[in-house]
C-alpha cells in the first residue's frame, strides 16, 4: 500500500471563517485518511481578496493513483454533501487537479495532473432538428393545460436527468418523470389503480395510487421491454426505500438509468401522438464530460515531503496552447494543438513521461500525433 495526496478544488464554494484558517478532518480507518480543507482566494485590489473556492488535500494510502484518486473524490464529495446539508448552498462536484505519490524511502513516484478545457472553448455539440422540434412544441401547446402540465413537468425532470453526473440522480429523475405520466397513461391505456383484496372477505379498494399507467404502457406498447420494466420497478423500491446498500446497486442503475430514460422518452411521444412515436430515434445520453488533459508521470528521487519547488506541491506549469481550427459547413470544429508544460520540481527530483491522455464526450473523436520532450531550466 502506498501513500498519495490527492489534491481536488471546487469554485465556487462556501465561505471558510477567516478566523478559523484551514479545516483539517482525521478519518480513522483500516486506512486512515486526513482531508485539510483550504480557501482559494482572487486579489481584487492591492489589499483585498476574495475567496472563490475551495481547495481539498487529501491525504490517502491506496494501491495506485487511479485508486486513490477514486476514493480521495468520493471523501471529498461526501463532505461537499454535508457543507450543502448545513449551509443550503448547491455545491458542484469536486474536480481532480493533482495526484502524486508521498511514499517516504522509494526512488520511483506517480503523478498525474490535470487540465480541464485545454482548448478554452465550450463547443456546443450534437445537431438539433428544429422541424421535429418545432413539431414537438407544435403539438405540446394544443394539448388540455392538464395534459399540458404533466407533460412538460415530465420533460423538465427529463432534463435534470440527462444534465446530473450522478446516475443514481439520473435514474430518480427519469422515474419521477414517468410517474408524472402515469395519470394520462392510464387514461389513454382505459386503466385503474391497482386494488388491494382483502384476504377475509375478498373485499377489493384502491388503498393508494399506484403506477399501472407505466406498466401497462410498457407491456403493451413496448412489449419487448416488459421484463426490463420489472427490473426497473424492482430498483425503484430499492433506491427510493433504501432497501439494499447503494453501492450493490452501481452496476444495475448504470444499466437500466438510460433505459427508463428512453420509456420515459417513448411515453411522452407516445401522450403527443407523434408519428412512428415508438420507431423515433432515441439518442443515447450525451454527459456534460469537460474536455480535459491528463498527464501521466514519474517522479525519480527526492524526498517524500518536497518533491516540488520551495517546499510546494510538485506541478507541470501550461503554457497557452497553440490551436489551428477549422470549421466544416455543417459548423462541425476539428483542431490540430500543441500543448507545451513545463516541469516544476525540486532541483533534487528528476521526472519521466508515461503517457498523455485527452479525454471528451463520447462523440468528441481525437489523438496524440507527436510527441516531443525538451531539457530546460525551470
Known amino acids: 500500500m502506498r501513500k498519495y495526496v490527492v489534491i481536488l478544488s471546487m469554485k465556487p464554494a462556501v465561505r471558510l471563517d477567516p478566523k478559523s484558517g484551514n479545516i483539517t478532518l482525521n478519518f480513522r480507518e483500516k486506512k486512515p485518511k486526513q482531508v485539510i480543507i483550504s480557501k482559494i482566494e482572487q486579489k481584487v485590489s492591492q489589499s483585498s481578496k476574495i475567496q472563490v473556492g475551495l481547495l481539498f488535500r487529501v491525504f490517502i494510502f491506496a494501491e495506485n493513483a487511479e485508486e486513490a484518486r477514486v476514493e480521495a473524490k468520493s471523501l471529498v464529495d461526501a463532505i461537499a454533501s454535508f457543507m450543502t446539508l448545513i449551509t443550503g448552498v448547491g455545491l458542484s462536484i ?37 422541424q421535429l422540434l418545432i413539431h414537438v412544441m407544435d403539438h405540446s401547446f394544443k394539448l388540455k393545460p392538464e395534459y399540458f402540465k404533466r407533460i412538460g413537468r415530465a420533460v423538465r425532470w ?25 395519470p394520462l397513461l392510464q387514461e389513454e391505456l382505459t386503466v385503474k389503480d391497482d386494488p388491494v383484496k382483502c384476504p377475509k372477505c375478498g373485499h377489493k379498494w384502491v388503498a393508494t395510487p ?42 444495475e442503475v448504470k444499466e437500466l438509468a438510460p433505459k427508463t430514460g428512453e420509456i420515459l422518452f ?16 432515441y439518442k443515447n445520453i450525451l454527459e456534460r464530460v469537460p474536455t480535459r488533459l491528463e498527464l501521466h508521470g514519474t517522479l525519480i528521487g527526492g524526498k517524500h515531503d518536497s518533491l516540488g519547488p520551495n517546499g510546494k506541491d510538485p506541478y507541470f506549469e501550461p503554457k497557452p496552447p497553440v490551436i489551428n481550427w477549422i470549421v466544416s459547413k ?34 468528441t473523436k481525437a489523438s496524440i500525433k507527436t510527441e516531443v520532450r525538451k531539457r530546460r531550466k525551470s
Open 158 to 182: 427529463y432534463r435534470m436527468g440527462v444534465m446530473t453526473s450522478d446516475k443514481f440522480d439520473r435514474f430518480n429523475c427519469f422515474w419521477i418523470g414517468l410517474e408524472a405520466l402515469n
Open 266 to 281: 417513448r411515453a411522452v411521444c407516445f401522450l403527443l401522438r407523434a408519428k412512428e412515436w415508438n420507431a423515433l430515434i
Open 94 to 130: 469536486p474536480r481532480e487537479e493533482l495526484i502524486y505519490e508521498i511514499t517516504p524511502n522509494v526512488q520511483e513516484r506517480e503523478i498525474v495532473q490535470v487540465f480541464y478545457n485545454p482548448l478554452a472553448l465550450n463547443i456546443s455539440r450534437r445537431m438539433s432538428d428544429h
Open 330 to 363: 455543417d459548423g462541425t470544429p476539428t483542431f490540430a494543438a500543441e500543448f507545451d508544460f513545463v516541469a516544476r520540481l525540486n532541483p533534487n527530483v528528476q521526472w519521466r513521461k508515461r503517457e498523455i491522455k485527452l479525454y471528451g464526450d463520447e462523440e
Open 210 to 251: 399506484t403506477v399501472s399507467g407505466i406498466r401497462t404502457f410498457v407491456q403493451r406498447k413496448l412489449p419487448n421491454e416488459e421484463k426490463i420494466y420489472r427490473r426497473i420497478h424492482k430498483l425503484r423500491i430499492n433506491v427510493m426505500h433504501s432497501k439494499h446498500d447503494l453501492m450493490k446497486l452501481t452496476s
